[in-house]
Protein backbone atom coordinates (compact mmCIF):
# COMPACT_ATOMS: atom_id res chain seq x y z
CA UNK A 1 0.00 0.00 0.00
CA UNK A 2 3.02 2.42 0.65
CA UNK A 3 4.23 1.79 -2.87
CA UNK A 4 1.11 2.33 -4.73
CA UNK A 5 0.60 5.64 -2.48
CA UNK A 6 4.04 6.36 -3.84
CA UNK A 7 3.46 6.04 -7.38
CA UNK A 8 0.29 7.78 -7.54
CA UNK A 9 2.14 10.49 -5.66
CA UNK A 10 4.85 10.61 -8.43
CA UNK A 11 2.02 10.01 -11.36
CA UNK A 12 0.51 13.14 -10.30
CA UNK A 13 3.72 15.28 -9.96
CA UNK A 14 4.31 14.33 -13.82
CA UNK A 15 0.56 14.56 -15.08
CA UNK A 16 -0.37 17.01 -12.40
CA UNK A 17 -4.59 17.17 -11.16
CA UNK A 18 -5.69 18.37 -14.61
CA UNK A 19 -4.31 15.74 -16.50
CA UNK A 20 -1.98 17.44 -18.81
CA UNK A 21 1.31 15.30 -20.20
CA UNK A 22 4.67 16.53 -19.60
CA UNK A 23 8.11 16.48 -21.41
CA UNK A 24 10.56 14.45 -20.23
CA UNK A 25 13.59 16.29 -18.06
CA UNK A 26 16.81 15.78 -19.34
CA UNK A 27 20.37 17.17 -16.94
CA UNK A 28 21.78 19.96 -18.76
CA UNK A 29 20.98 21.78 -22.48
CA UNK A 30 24.34 21.23 -23.03
CA UNK A 31 24.50 17.93 -23.68
CA UNK A 32 20.52 18.00 -25.40
CA UNK A 33 21.03 21.01 -27.27
CA UNK A 34 18.35 20.33 -30.52
CA UNK A 35 15.87 18.79 -28.16
CA UNK A 36 15.31 22.19 -26.42
CA UNK A 37 15.92 24.63 -28.62
CA UNK A 38 15.62 24.32 -32.81
CA UNK A 39 17.71 27.10 -33.76
CA UNK A 40 20.41 25.17 -32.45
CA UNK A 41 21.55 23.78 -36.08
CA UNK A 42 22.12 27.37 -37.06
CA UNK A 43 25.09 27.95 -34.53
CA UNK A 44 26.45 24.53 -34.27
CA UNK A 45 29.14 23.99 -36.80
CA UNK A 46 30.00 21.23 -38.53
CA UNK A 47 27.53 17.70 -38.19
CA UNK A 48 26.94 16.49 -35.19
CA UNK A 49 25.00 13.48 -34.02
CA UNK A 50 23.87 13.05 -30.28
CA UNK A 51 22.53 10.12 -28.56
CA UNK A 52 20.77 10.59 -25.09
CA UNK A 53 19.01 8.33 -22.21
CA UNK A 54 17.73 8.88 -19.28
CA UNK A 55 16.19 6.96 -16.29
CA UNK A 56 13.87 8.31 -13.89
CA UNK A 57 13.46 6.91 -10.39
CA UNK A 58 14.61 3.16 -10.95
CA UNK A 59 13.67 2.00 -7.62
CA UNK A 60 10.10 1.92 -8.28
CA UNK A 61 7.76 0.27 -11.19
CA UNK A 62 6.57 3.10 -12.71
CA UNK A 63 10.04 4.45 -13.34
CA UNK A 64 10.25 6.74 -16.65
CA UNK A 65 12.82 6.00 -19.15
CA UNK A 66 13.26 8.75 -22.38
CA UNK A 67 15.72 8.34 -25.50
CA UNK A 68 16.31 10.29 -27.81
CA UNK A 69 18.67 10.67 -30.93
CA UNK A 70 19.70 13.64 -33.30
CA UNK A 71 21.53 15.00 -35.47
CA UNK A 72 22.37 19.00 -36.37
CA UNK A 73 24.19 20.03 -39.81
CA UNK A 74 24.97 23.44 -40.67
CA UNK A 75 25.08 24.04 -44.85
CA UNK A 76 27.90 26.79 -45.80
CA UNK A 77 26.60 29.29 -42.86
CA UNK A 78 23.59 29.79 -44.49
CA UNK A 79 21.09 27.24 -43.10
CA UNK A 80 21.06 24.70 -40.99
CA UNK A 81 18.95 21.58 -40.82
CA UNK A 82 18.26 19.22 -37.78
CA UNK A 83 16.90 15.76 -37.67
CA UNK A 84 15.71 14.09 -33.83
CA UNK A 85 14.08 10.86 -33.08
CA UNK A 86 12.24 10.31 -29.52
CA UNK A 87 10.65 7.72 -27.42
CA UNK A 88 9.40 8.08 -23.69
CA UNK A 89 7.68 5.19 -21.93
CA UNK A 90 5.88 6.37 -18.66
CA UNK A 91 4.04 4.08 -15.72
CA UNK A 92 5.70 0.47 -15.89
CA UNK A 93 5.20 1.05 -20.26
CA UNK A 94 1.53 1.90 -20.14
CA UNK A 95 1.91 5.34 -21.21
CA UNK A 96 4.34 5.45 -24.44
CA UNK A 97 4.91 8.75 -26.81
CA UNK A 98 6.99 8.39 -29.91
CA UNK A 99 8.23 11.20 -32.07
CA UNK A 100 10.39 12.62 -34.97
CA UNK A 101 11.17 16.37 -35.39
CA UNK A 102 12.28 17.87 -38.26
CA UNK A 103 14.33 21.42 -37.85
CA UNK A 104 15.57 24.11 -40.11
CA UNK A 105 17.31 27.34 -38.52
CA UNK A 106 18.81 30.43 -40.72
CA UNK A 107 21.78 31.85 -39.18
CA UNK A 108 23.07 35.82 -39.09
CA UNK A 109 26.10 36.82 -38.81
CA UNK A 110 25.71 40.01 -37.07
CA UNK A 111 29.77 40.75 -36.58
CA UNK A 112 32.91 38.40 -36.20
CA UNK A 113 31.80 38.12 -32.28
CA UNK A 114 28.25 37.27 -32.43
CA UNK A 115 25.56 35.37 -34.54
CA UNK A 116 22.31 34.60 -33.80
CA UNK A 117 19.90 31.64 -35.34
CA UNK A 118 15.77 31.55 -35.83
CA UNK A 119 14.09 27.90 -36.28
CA UNK A 120 11.45 26.41 -36.56
CA UNK A 121 10.61 22.94 -36.00
CA UNK A 122 8.05 20.15 -36.78
CA UNK A 123 7.12 17.01 -35.59
CA UNK A 124 5.00 14.32 -35.90
CA UNK A 125 4.19 11.80 -32.79
CA UNK A 126 2.31 9.49 -31.89
CA UNK A 127 0.81 8.75 -27.93
CA UNK A 128 -0.03 4.85 -26.92
CA UNK A 129 -1.56 3.57 -24.32
CA UNK A 130 -2.44 -0.25 -22.44
CA UNK A 131 -5.82 0.37 -21.18
CA UNK A 132 -6.14 -3.54 -20.04
CA UNK A 133 -3.12 -2.80 -17.63
CA UNK A 134 -3.99 -0.01 -16.28
CA UNK A 135 -5.36 -0.16 -12.16
CA UNK A 136 -7.41 2.18 -10.74
CA UNK A 137 -7.74 3.17 -7.02
CA UNK A 138 -11.87 1.60 -6.69
CA UNK A 139 -10.47 -1.85 -7.41
CA UNK A 140 -8.63 -2.20 -4.48
CA UNK A 141 -9.52 -3.38 -0.96
CA UNK A 142 -7.56 -2.69 1.74
CA UNK A 143 -7.52 -5.80 3.03
CA UNK A 144 -7.61 -8.14 0.05
CA UNK A 145 -5.81 -6.48 -2.75
CA UNK A 146 -7.93 -6.28 -6.05
CA UNK A 147 -10.94 -7.50 -6.33
CA UNK A 148 -13.31 -5.31 -7.48
CA UNK A 149 -14.12 -3.93 -11.09
CA UNK A 150 -13.39 -0.45 -11.87
CA UNK A 151 -16.26 2.58 -12.15
CA UNK A 152 -14.05 3.82 -14.76
CA UNK A 153 -15.21 3.60 -19.36
CA UNK A 154 -12.45 2.76 -21.02
CA UNK A 155 -11.99 4.64 -24.69
CA UNK A 156 -12.14 2.81 -27.68
CA UNK A 157 -8.87 4.42 -28.61
CA UNK A 158 -5.49 2.93 -27.86
CA UNK A 159 -3.64 5.46 -30.16
CA UNK A 160 -3.09 9.08 -31.07
CA UNK A 161 -1.23 10.17 -33.79
CA UNK A 162 -0.64 14.25 -33.75
CA UNK A 163 1.19 16.65 -35.32
CA UNK A 164 3.16 20.09 -33.63
CA UNK A 165 5.61 22.96 -34.01
CA UNK A 166 8.03 24.95 -31.88
CA UNK A 167 9.81 28.13 -32.27
CA UNK A 168 13.13 29.20 -30.76
CA UNK A 169 16.18 31.93 -30.99
CA UNK A 170 19.96 31.42 -29.62
CA UNK A 171 22.52 33.58 -29.98
CA UNK A 172 26.35 32.61 -29.60
CA UNK A 173 28.91 35.28 -28.85
CA UNK A 174 32.68 35.85 -27.75
CA UNK A 175 34.40 38.52 -26.26
CA UNK A 176 37.38 40.13 -28.48
CA UNK A 177 40.85 38.78 -26.78
CA UNK A 178 44.61 38.69 -27.45
CA UNK A 179 46.12 35.25 -28.37
CA UNK A 180 47.86 34.92 -24.97
CA UNK A 181 44.78 35.66 -23.42
CA UNK A 182 42.28 33.64 -21.65
CA UNK A 183 39.12 33.09 -23.87
CA UNK A 184 34.97 33.80 -23.20
CA UNK A 185 32.23 32.57 -24.83
CA UNK A 186 28.58 31.89 -24.06
CA UNK A 187 25.73 31.50 -25.78
CA UNK A 188 21.59 32.28 -25.25
CA UNK A 189 18.47 30.68 -26.35
CA UNK A 190 14.78 30.61 -26.08
CA UNK A 191 12.03 28.76 -27.26
CA UNK A 192 8.32 27.53 -27.19
CA UNK A 193 7.63 23.95 -27.89
CA UNK A 194 4.35 22.77 -28.73
CA UNK A 195 3.25 26.16 -30.10
CA UNK A 196 -0.19 24.35 -32.06
CA UNK A 197 -0.59 20.46 -31.64
CA UNK A 198 -2.96 18.58 -34.63
CA UNK A 199 -5.17 17.34 -34.45
CA UNK A 200 -5.24 16.24 -30.98
CA UNK A 201 -3.43 14.12 -28.77
CA UNK A 202 -5.92 13.36 -25.87
CA UNK A 203 -7.15 10.03 -25.14
CA UNK A 204 -9.86 11.54 -22.82
CA UNK A 205 -11.84 15.02 -23.54
CA UNK A 206 -11.13 17.78 -26.21
CA UNK A 207 -11.60 20.72 -23.63
CA UNK A 208 -7.80 20.17 -22.29
CA UNK A 209 -4.91 20.38 -24.24
CA UNK A 210 -2.64 17.32 -23.91
CA UNK A 211 0.45 19.22 -24.97
CA UNK A 212 0.74 22.26 -22.84
CA UNK A 213 2.63 25.02 -24.54
CA UNK A 214 6.13 24.66 -23.10
CA UNK A 215 8.64 28.13 -22.77
CA UNK A 216 12.46 27.72 -22.35
CA UNK A 217 15.06 29.92 -21.66
CA UNK A 218 19.21 28.99 -21.42
CA UNK A 219 22.04 30.18 -21.41
CA UNK A 220 25.68 29.40 -20.66
CA UNK A 221 29.34 31.29 -20.39
CA UNK A 222 32.53 29.44 -21.02
CA UNK A 223 35.64 30.51 -19.28
CA UNK A 224 38.75 28.82 -20.66
CA UNK A 225 42.23 29.14 -20.69
CA UNK A 226 44.45 30.61 -23.71
CA UNK A 227 45.74 26.63 -24.37
CA UNK A 228 42.10 25.68 -24.78
CA UNK A 229 42.03 22.90 -21.99
CA UNK A 230 40.74 23.91 -18.72
CA UNK A 231 37.85 26.17 -17.93
CA UNK A 232 34.55 26.33 -16.44
CA UNK A 233 31.43 27.03 -17.23
CA UNK A 234 28.43 28.12 -15.38
CA UNK A 235 24.79 27.45 -17.20
CA UNK A 236 21.03 27.52 -16.28
CA UNK A 237 18.21 26.09 -18.05
CA UNK A 238 14.25 26.97 -17.51
CA UNK A 239 11.51 25.29 -18.12
CA UNK A 240 7.77 26.38 -17.65
CA UNK A 241 5.10 23.74 -18.96
CA UNK A 242 1.18 24.20 -17.43
CA UNK A 243 1.62 24.40 -13.79
CA UNK A 244 5.44 23.18 -13.42
CA UNK A 245 8.17 25.26 -13.15
CA UNK A 246 12.06 23.54 -13.23
CA UNK A 247 15.22 25.32 -13.11
CA UNK A 248 18.33 24.23 -13.34
CA UNK A 249 21.39 25.82 -12.26
CA UNK A 250 24.69 23.95 -13.18
CA UNK A 251 28.84 24.33 -13.50
CA UNK A 252 30.53 22.60 -16.29
CA UNK A 253 34.03 22.16 -14.91
CA UNK A 254 37.07 21.17 -17.95
CA UNK A 255 39.99 19.26 -16.84
CA UNK A 256 40.56 18.09 -20.79
CA UNK A 257 40.33 15.20 -21.79
CA UNK A 258 37.65 15.29 -18.70
CA UNK A 259 35.08 17.00 -17.76
CA UNK A 260 32.54 17.30 -14.53
CA UNK A 261 29.15 18.73 -13.71
CA UNK A 262 28.25 19.84 -10.19
CA UNK A 263 24.44 21.64 -10.14
CA UNK A 264 20.68 22.04 -8.59
CA UNK A 265 17.52 21.20 -10.20
CA UNK A 266 14.64 23.24 -8.32
CA UNK A 267 10.81 24.08 -8.83
CA UNK A 268 11.39 27.83 -8.71
CA UNK A 269 13.81 30.39 -8.44
CA UNK A 270 13.64 30.40 -5.11
CA UNK A 271 15.87 27.98 -3.31
CA UNK A 272 14.32 26.74 -0.64
CA UNK A 273 13.56 23.32 0.81
CA UNK A 274 10.36 22.82 0.36
CA UNK A 275 10.71 23.86 -3.15
CA UNK A 276 14.21 21.96 -4.12
CA UNK A 277 14.06 18.95 -6.50
CA UNK A 278 17.56 17.68 -6.64
CA UNK A 279 21.44 17.34 -6.58
CA UNK A 280 22.87 16.76 -9.94
CA UNK A 281 26.32 15.11 -10.53
CA UNK A 282 28.40 14.16 -13.52
CA UNK A 283 31.22 13.35 -15.44
CA UNK A 284 32.58 12.57 -18.72
CA UNK A 285 35.45 12.32 -21.87
CA UNK A 286 35.72 14.53 -24.54
CA UNK A 287 38.31 12.90 -27.11
CA UNK A 288 41.55 15.52 -28.91
CA UNK A 289 40.18 16.27 -32.51
CA UNK A 290 40.91 13.78 -35.03
CA UNK A 291 41.49 14.65 -38.47
CA UNK A 292 38.67 17.54 -37.78
CA UNK A 293 36.35 14.68 -35.70
CA UNK A 294 35.76 14.86 -31.80
CA UNK A 295 33.63 12.24 -29.91
CA UNK A 296 31.89 12.54 -26.78
CA UNK A 297 30.39 10.36 -23.66
CA UNK A 298 29.08 11.67 -20.40
CA UNK A 299 27.12 10.14 -17.95
CA UNK A 300 24.92 12.02 -14.84
CA UNK A 301 23.04 11.20 -11.51
CA UNK A 302 20.73 13.20 -10.29
CA UNK A 303 20.65 12.64 -6.47
CA UNK A 304 16.77 13.07 -5.20
CA UNK A 305 16.24 15.29 -2.31
CA UNK A 306 12.35 16.00 -2.08
CA UNK A 307 9.96 14.14 -0.53
CA UNK A 308 9.79 11.51 -3.82
CA UNK A 309 13.37 10.64 -2.68
CA UNK A 310 12.74 7.19 -0.26
CA UNK A 311 12.74 4.09 -2.75
CA UNK A 312 13.07 6.40 -5.72
CA UNK A 313 17.20 5.73 -6.47
CA UNK A 314 17.55 8.94 -8.30
CA UNK A 315 17.93 9.48 -11.89
CA UNK A 316 20.79 8.16 -14.31
CA UNK A 317 21.49 10.13 -17.75
CA UNK A 318 23.98 8.90 -20.69
CA UNK A 319 25.15 11.23 -23.29
CA UNK A 320 27.31 10.12 -25.93
CA UNK A 321 28.07 12.78 -29.48
CA UNK A 322 30.42 12.46 -31.95
CA UNK A 323 31.41 15.42 -34.71
CA UNK A 324 32.51 16.08 -38.17
CA UNK A 325 34.01 18.66 -39.87
CA UNK A 326 33.80 20.58 -36.85
CA UNK A 327 35.31 23.71 -38.05
CA UNK A 328 33.40 24.05 -41.40
CA UNK A 329 36.46 23.61 -43.56
CA UNK A 330 34.64 21.18 -45.74
CA UNK A 331 31.53 23.06 -46.29
CA UNK A 332 33.82 26.23 -47.08
CA UNK A 333 35.34 24.67 -49.44
CA UNK A 334 38.32 23.95 -47.45
CA UNK A 335 39.67 27.61 -47.40
CA UNK A 336 41.44 28.60 -44.30
CA UNK A 337 40.97 32.62 -45.10
CA UNK A 338 36.83 31.52 -46.09
CA UNK A 339 36.57 29.71 -42.40
CA UNK A 340 37.53 32.30 -40.57
CA UNK A 341 36.01 34.83 -42.20
CA UNK A 342 32.28 33.35 -42.28
CA UNK A 343 32.08 32.10 -38.36
CA UNK A 344 33.06 32.84 -35.05
CA UNK A 345 36.17 31.78 -33.58
CA UNK A 346 35.01 29.80 -30.90
CA UNK A 347 36.61 25.91 -29.92
CA UNK A 348 34.31 23.45 -31.01
CA UNK A 349 33.32 20.45 -28.47
CA UNK A 350 34.68 22.22 -25.38
CA UNK A 351 33.66 19.71 -22.82
CA UNK A 352 31.22 17.50 -25.10
CA UNK A 353 29.65 20.82 -26.19
CA UNK A 354 29.62 22.17 -29.44
CA UNK A 355 29.01 26.31 -29.45
Known amino acids: MKMRKLIIMITLSVFNLNGYAQDPLFSSTLDNPLYYNPATPGIVRGHEYRLNFREQWPGIPAAMRAFNFSST ?115 LGMAMKHVTVFPTANFIGSDIRAIPLKYIIHGNIWFLD ?51 DSFIFGIGYTSDVVNNNITSIGYSYDFTTSRLMGGTFGSHEISMSYSFDIDGRRQSGGGKARRFRNDIQCPSNFGGVSF
Request: hydrophobic share 35%.
Open 73 to 187: HQLRNAVGLGFLVMSNVEGESLLRTDKLEATIAFPIKVSRYLKISGGINAGFGQKSIDWSSVEFDDQFDKYYGKIYPTSFSFPEEFQRKYGDLSLGIAAKGALRRGRNEAKIYGS
Open 226 to 276: KTLRKGIAPNFNLEDQASMTTFNLSTRIVLRPVYFNVGVRNRTFKFNSEEF
